[in-house]
């Protein structure tokens, strides 16, 4: 039936993970995320990272000014939600969590633990110490979003997630058996596995460039920049299991973008920045995943459903409709202080575009 398919209309998705930076960078980066998404769940990695109500408050400000300023039409504007998280630190404390739980715009805190990633220098050094924290989680049914790397020196970087899993989020669930947790942007079959091994209050997002590309599209035949990203991309097994899940109905996996901007001079460079752009193309990249092994009927469920009913909100009303028509990715869009942004797939065509 879906070979044939070549329109869908699809109840207009949520990004329950993206990056969209501060500032000027704003200026490029909502008009994308809100031309396709209504809710999205904006990554609190900035420098100074967003650390309380306040922060997350301010922040929320942000972006609504430079939704405001942009072009997009009035009513994408009216529709598009950024949801805050607070970044947790060693010094985050119970009152910081009490005060997000009744705050009505943190929908969720984000650990990276210390030096695993973009941002992440003041992240938490010792799980341990965030016992208080956790527990106050729990209590107030605030999910926990875990970049769930381990970072030490000595640990292969294809092995820090399966480490991540063993050392780190095991320990977590069996001292807070009810804590909501969102294992972030997977990347291995042993995630999935994971994630499926556990109730309903576990879940998982999946970016488009785990769905699409594996590490051999990263470093064979010369080394690809913009598929660099973290957690790494991972040998194509891995790929093939996460595109089972996410395919696969089973409402634990939801779209999360992962869309993280750095500017093509900082990517293309002796020590290039970790992070894909996909805000702007996300779903049409979704959509050639699902397409490409005969789900795109399962398309709805992973990027308009099952986010929302994991954070136990409505699912949107609106619809938006994808066509299989090809469609240009751009090779590169203006960014602030004049620099430029390349996305995943710069210059490529994909078989799926939004129609207008
Ligand atoms: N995914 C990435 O490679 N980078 C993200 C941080 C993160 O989510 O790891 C970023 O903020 O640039």
């Known amino acids: 039936m879906t070979d044939s398919m070549t329109e869908l209309t699809i109840l207009q998705p949520d990004d329950w993970h993206i990056h969209l930076r501060d ?8 008009p994308h995320a809100a031309s396709s998404f209504n809710r999205v769940i904006c990554m609190p990695n900035l420098v100074p990272p967003v650390k309380n109500v306040d922060d997350a408050r301010a922040y929320r400000a942000r972006i609504m000014e430079h939704l405001q300023a942009s072009d997009l039409a009035a009513e994408r504007q009216a529709a598009f939600d950024p949801r805050m998280t607070l970044y947790l630190t060693d010094r985050t404390t ?3 969590i009490e005060m997000a739980a009744q705050s009505g715009i943190v929908q969720a805190v984000k650990l990276y633990p210390a030096g695993a990633t973009t941002n992440s220098a003041d992240g938490v050094t010792d799980i341990n110490a965030c016992v208080d924290v956790f527990e106050a989680l729990e209590r107030h049914n605030l999910p926990l979003l875990l970049h769930g790397e381990v970072t030490q020196n000595h640990v292969d970087i294809f092995d820090r997630e399966k480490r991540f899993l063993d050392e780190v989020l095991a320990q977590i669930i069996i001292k807070f058996p009810t ?3 969102v294992m972030e942007h997977i990347t291995t079959s042993d995630a999935a596995d994971f994630v499926l091994a556990q ?7 999946i970016t488009p460039q785990h769905l699409m590309f594996n590490r051999n599209h990263l470093l064979v035949g010369g080394i690809k920049p913009h598929f660099y990203c973290l957690p790494i991309l991972k040998r194509e097994s891995h790929q093939k299991v ?4 996410a395919t696969s109905g089973n409402p634990k996996f939801f779209l999360g973008t992962d869309s993280a901007p750095h500017a093509t001079d900082k990517k293309e460079a002796a020590c290039g920045c970790a992070g894909c752009y996909s805000a702007a193309t996300a779903l049409p990249l979704y959509a050639t995943a699902f397409d490409s092994v005969g789900k795109i009927d399962k398309l709805e469920g992973f990027a308009s459903r099952f986010g929302a009913q994991f954070y136990g909100l409505p699912v949107n009303e609106s619809t938006i409709t994808l066509i299989k028509t090809p469609m240009q990715v751009p090779a590169g869009y203006p960014y602030f202080d004049g620099s430029s942004l390349t996305p995943l797939m710069a210059g490529e065509t994909l078989p799926w575009s939004i129609k207008a």
């Open 199 to 205: 109730g309903n209050h576990i879940a998982a997002t």
């Open 94 to 96: 119970v009152q910081d």
């Open 179 to 181: 804590l909501k947790i």
């Open 23 to 30: 500032d000027s960078a704003l200026a490029t980066t909502v």
């Open 242 to 245: 996460l595109l089972d899940v």
